[in-house]
């Protein structure tokens, strides 16, 4: 390489003095990183590599993300540390030329310090007598972004051709330092961390390298560009390249030197979204699947050894410790937690994904929770009442959770409920509010006929009520298949004696001696066959009446009417009183069309399997009939 080459690089370069002055060695020379690049044969040496807004999320809000930085040498070439090395087995000895280049990193919010040697190279004169260690470091702990970035960093560059100055030393005790590091790994809290470091810095205060006026030695020291940088839609990672050379000497004259690549020494900072989660193919975190034992057993290392998220939570010293151990079943006690858990897992450093991946399994052990989180399914099928639906919504756990929390748990793949969601939960309530109504309106009026203990208004109530295309208003089609409880004799007209009072038949005048006495007209029994018969809502009454009806359950629509644009069955249960022709009682089916009774029919409660769907579903179109009524029947 020409001495012009040279001098055009920014070399931080070690001024050795040989004191073997004819036995050749090599020194170590950097580039520092630049982003003005004014040498054609140069490189830059200072990239922003972008990022982007996780999907399904608009900006990088900083709590999206956490951020480490890293210090990574990569060799270039054949090493040429070696060239030119022809003994196999060097004897190292302490010599005369060091150099280390070591970074120290802060970050004032979250008074976290640390330093760490990113290499050490030491040598004697001859080829073959060198040490060079640079391994990969991590320089901080996992940091949430709108945390790190705040990261400072310099660096300062050593180097000594004297052996009273013990770089090696210096080294030694700021890996001693950072070996802190090592303990916190993924998970930690930052400010856990900042606690841990704090504490060593004051027990193991840094010892301060002392160099000799005479002793020819060289050091720098310059800062690094912020780590990262975010805003709006655009991210960009800063990564810095210093360029390392080995430089030959040939004496003492260091123009006549030749310097040749060794590698690339790069610190960057790396970004995750979740340390608690397993990541999706789209970058984004996934907490399906989970518990509350199974997230809150996740091990976080720290300090003092590894503990467990969950005790990580109790043992902190935060004024809003919360109880991970609260009373399932109050929906204000669970609020109350929720918010607290909020406040403290942030204050440990967990972006918005572990925490709310963490409090969302935390609230699934309350039932508010899952009402609030109702799905439409479910909806359709349980036929939950609108006034059941805005009874869930009430309870949102607004004081603890917003908007954004809801859209995270959602991206993370976990059933919850959006506005948008109740907006279409609530218009299907309503669409199943009016599919209901007709049924409704006919289920209040026929009970009230049922209720009623007197015979003529009870038939001056049903009479409006139906309706049936053969034979027209006040008229009903009846169909049995509750059995023979009489039902016909119910049907069956009142005979002349039951009209008649005992007074008016002893005392009714006599035909006269010469006038034929007519036959006694005798009415034709009642027989309903199977397709049922139509009766008259005088005959319907005195059904009723006999019937001695005594409790009655609300009525439901059949479940294979569910799914359909209208309903036009429903069904009721009913109990009858003591001296009933119909022991304990039965069913009641009614069919209608544009607000009247088209037909009737007595049932068995197992008729169409109505017992089961009952057991089955208690609840359909907000009427709950409650399995014991169902005891009542038989």
């Known amino acids: 390489m020409s001495i012009r080459y040279i001098s055009s690089l920014k070399f931080s370069l070690v001024a050795s003095v040989m004191l073997m002055g004819c036995a050749p060695t090599r020194q170590i020379a950097i580039d520092y990183p630049s982003a003005q690049v004014t040498d054609p044969q140069s490189v830059q040496t200072t990239r922003a590599h972008q990022f982007q807004p996780l999907p399904g999320f608009q900006v990088i809000d900083?709590?999206?993300?956490?951020?480490?930085l890293i210090s990574e040498f990569d060799f270039k070439g054949d090493n040429v540390l070696k060239k030119g090395c022809n003994n196999i087995t060097p004897s190292y000895e302490k010599g005369d030329l060091s150099s280390t280049l070591i970074f120290t990193v802060r970050?004032?919010?979250?008074?976290?310090?640390?330093?760490a040697a990113a290499f050490l190279y030491e040598a004697t004169s001859g080829k073959c007598n060198f040490k060079f260690d640079a391994k990969k470091i991590t320089l901080t702990p996992w940091m949430r972004?709108?945390?790190?970035?705040?990261?400072?960093?310099?660096?300062?560059?050593?180097?000594?051709?004297?052996?009273?100055?013990?770089?090696s030393g210096l080294v030694s005790d700021v890996t001693n330092a950072s070996s802190l590091l090592a303990l916190t790994g993924v998970g930690m809290g930052v400010a856990v961390v900042g606690q841990f470091a704090g504490q060593w810095a004051k027990i193991n205060p840094p010892l301060a390298t002392t160099v000799p006026a005479s002793v020819k030695h060289s050091s720098e020291s310059h800062s690094l560009p912020r780590i990262v940088d975010f805003s709006g839609k655009t991210g960009a990672l800063n990564e810095n390249i210093f360029k390392v050379y080995a430089v030959a000497e040939g004496g003492v004259n260091l123009f006549g030197s030749d310097a040749e690549p060794l590698g690339e020494l790069k610190i960057y900072p790396e970004i995750i979204p979740s340390l608690l989660l397993k990541t999706a193919a789209d970058g984004v975190p996934d907490a399906r699947d989970l518990?509350?034992?199974?997230?809150?057993?996740?091990?976080?290392k720290s300090g003092t050894g590894e503990i467990k998220l969950l005790q990580l939570i109790e043992q902190s010293k935060h004024p809003a410790k919360p109880n991970l151990k609260p009373n399932w079943n109050s929906y204000q006690e669970m609020e109350d937690n929720c918010r607290k858990i909020k406040l403290v897992m942030k204050d440990l450093g967990f972006n918005k994904f572990d925490r709310n991946a963490f409090i969302y399994y935390y609230l699934t052990n309350n039932g508010d929770w899952k009402n609030y989180n109702i799905s439409l399914k479910k909806i359709v099928s349980d036929q939950t009442s609108l006034k059941v639906m805005e009874s869930y919504r009430s309870k949102d756990f607004g004081s603890c959770l917003t908007v954004?929390?809801?859209?995270?748990?959602?991206?993370?793949?976990?059933?919850?409920?959006?506005?948008?969601?109740?907006?279409q939960i609530e218009e299907l309530s309503q669409k199943k509010e009016q599919f209901f109504l007709p049924l409704k309106s006919i289920e209040r009026q026929l009970i009230a006929v049922l209720k009623n203990p007197n015979k003529t208004e009870m038939e001056q109530q049903i009479f409006p009520l139906l309706a049936t295309d053969k034979s027209g208003g006040g008229t009903v089609l009846l169909q049995n298949h509750l059995g023979d409880f009489g039902l016909e004799k119910l049907l069956a007209p009142p005979s002349i004696d039951s009209v008649l009072s005992p007074s008016e038949a002893t005392t009714a005048v006599p035909p006269a001696a010469t006038s034929p006495i007519p036959a006694p007209v005798i009415p034709a029994p009642i027989v309903i066959p199977g397709e049922g018969v139509i009766v008259s809502a005088r005959q319907l009454t005195q059904a009723f009446s006999g019937l001695a009806i005594n409790e009655l359950s609300c009525a439901r629509i059949l479940s294979d009417q569910l799914g359909k644009s209208t309903a036009n069955i429903g069904v009721l249960l009913f109990t009858t009183k003591d001296g009933s022709p119909r022991a304990k009682g039965g069913a009641m089916e009614f069919e209608f069309s544009a607000g009247k009774i088209t037909r009737i029919a007595f049932q068995s409660p197992t008729y169409r399997d109505f017992e089961q769907e009952v057991l089955d579903h208690?609840?359909?179109?907000?009427?709950?009939?409650?399995?014991?009524?169902l005891s009542k029947l038989h």
């Open 62 to 68: 900083g709590d999206d993300y956490y951020v480490r």
């Open 107 to 115: 970050n004032e919010g979250l008074k976290f310090n640390n330093e």
């Open 291 to 300: 518990s509350l034992e199974e997230i809150g057993y996740s091990p976080i």
């Open 404 to 423: 954004d929390d809801y859209t995270v748990m959602k991206a993370m793949g976990l059933p919850v409920n959006l506005p948008t969601d109740w907006k």
């Open 145 to 167: 972004l709108d945390l790190g970035k705040e990261t400072l960093i310099d660096y300062s560059f050593y180097s000594s051709a004297n052996s009273d100055v013990n770089v």
């Open 618 to 629: 208690p609840e359909i179109g907000g009427c709950r009939i409650d399995p014991s009524f």
